[in-house]
Structures are given as C-alpha cells and as structure tokens.
C-alpha cells in the first residue's frame, strides 16, 4: 500500500543554518506530494506541494523538489529562524485506487536556536 | 472561510463506553478522514469515507466504525472504549482531486480511564 517514511527527529539547528528533512515515498499510482506544518498549540496546516515529477513548491523559504526517479521529496530552507520550530509532515494523495487516499509520515520535529 | 469543526476539544470516557467523535466541513467536500496523532508516530489514517454512506479502512481501523450519513458529517465511533486509543483524534476533508489541500478540525483530545 502507499506510504511515506520520514527522517526521524528531533532536529536541532542554530538560527541561519540549512535545513533538510528527508521525505521518501511509494504508491501506486501517481500522487500528489504535500510538506505539511505544526505549529505548536495549533493544527495542521498547508506548507507547500508538487503534483508532477520535477515541480517544485515553494513558500516561506522553504523548498521540495518532486522527484519521482527517487521517489523523494525532500524539504529544504537555506537560512531556518527560531520562528521554523515546528513538526513537519510529508503526505501524498494518490488516486491509485480510485479514491484519493491522503497519507502522512510519522512527522520530524524541528528545533530552532537562537 | 473554510471550516472544519469537531464536536469536543477534550472528552474523558471510561473503559468499555461506546464513543461518538463528530466531524462536520462545510466546504462541500466529498472525501473526509478520521487520523490519529501519537508522539513518535505521526498522523496514522484509521478511516477514510469518499462519498455519502462509502468507507475505506485505512492503517489501524481495529476498534473503530465510521458512519457518514450525510455529506457534511463524518463520525468516528469506539465501539468500546479502551485504554489503548486515548490519543489526539483530528478529522480532515479535502475535494476528490490529485492536488487538493486536505483541511484539518482544531482535534479531540481523547482520554480513556
């Protein structure tokens, strides 16, 4: 079945550093990708997606690129600040099926120091 | 503006009760989903429904039933109620398509005594 396996966290960066938290997957169709945001206290919330092999989203500084050669999709920022520190979900939705089955990571903890 | 709104923030039930978790979007989506959240282990998918009175188990359905009677009503029911599924349940709706956002109720947090 589909899934989507995440680096484990936490991650723990100074202030300016990059940043990348790997995101691979499998399915059986062709999905959609999707970095998802936690931030403390809050619910989940859109970051950014990639619907093709090789889009690329993007919002906040952050990046991923779908790449389907590697079934990866990989977040990355080039300067994180202590307003980052988040949990962090990679999801897809495929529609292998025929249905659109949304499933997320186990999600990486992200810990920003100023 | 879009909302997704779950009946309880916080519910303490005992042992062995039959639990109902409410779920209502009013984006007139047609997919909705009941996760659980567990540290360590993400957000596991426990059922889906992609139509009015259609359901798709998914990761960990055990112990759990759905019902979606309506299209804007998603429930989750624990059939009895165990110490195991105290955790954060958080429902979800998105559209019937590849690329679509999935929005997320603010979770219930449920405790089993």
């Known amino acids: 079945g589909d899934s989507v396996t995440q680096m484990e966290g936490p991650v723990t960066l100074s202030e300016e550093a990059f940043l990348t938290i790997n995101c691979t997957y499998t399915a059986t169709g062709y999905p959609s990708l999707f970095w998802y945001v936690q931030y403390p206290g809050e619910g989940l919330q859109l970051l950014l997606k990639?619907?093709?092999?090789?889009d690329k989203g993007s919002n906040k500084g952050f990046e991923a690129t779908y790449r389907k050669e590697t079934t990866s999709f990989h977040l990355e920022k080039g300067s994180v600040q202590v307003s980052d520190s988040a949990v962090y979900f990679c999801?897809?939705?495929?529609?292998?099926?025929?249905?659109?089955?949304?499933?997320f990571g186990t999600g990486t903890r992200l810990k920003v120091l100023a | 503006d879009v909302k997704v709104t779950q009946s309880s923030r916080y519910l303490v039930k005992r042992t062995g009760e039959k639990v109902f978790l409410e779920c209502v979007q009013d984006?007139?989506?047609?997919?909705m989903f009941w996760y659980r959240q567990d540290p360590g282990l993400g957000l596991r998918l426990i059922y889906f429904s992609y139509d009015v009175k259609m359901k798709e188990k998914g990761d960990i359905p055990e112990g759990y039933s759905v019902s979606r009677e309506k299209k804007e009503r998603f429930s989750l029911i624990l059939e009895s109620a165990s110490t195991n599924q105290t955790s954060m349940y958080l429902c979800?709706?998105?559209?019937?398509?590849?690329?679509?956002?999935?929005?997320f109720g603010q979770g219930t947090r449920l405790t089993v005594v």
């Open positions: 999801a897809l939705s495929d529609s292998g099926s025929g249905t659109y089955k949304y499933i």
């Open positions: 979800a709706s998105t559209l019937s398509m590849a690329d679509t956002e999935a929005f």
């Open positions: 990639a619907t093709k092999a090789d």
């Open positions: 984006m007139d989506h047609e997919n």
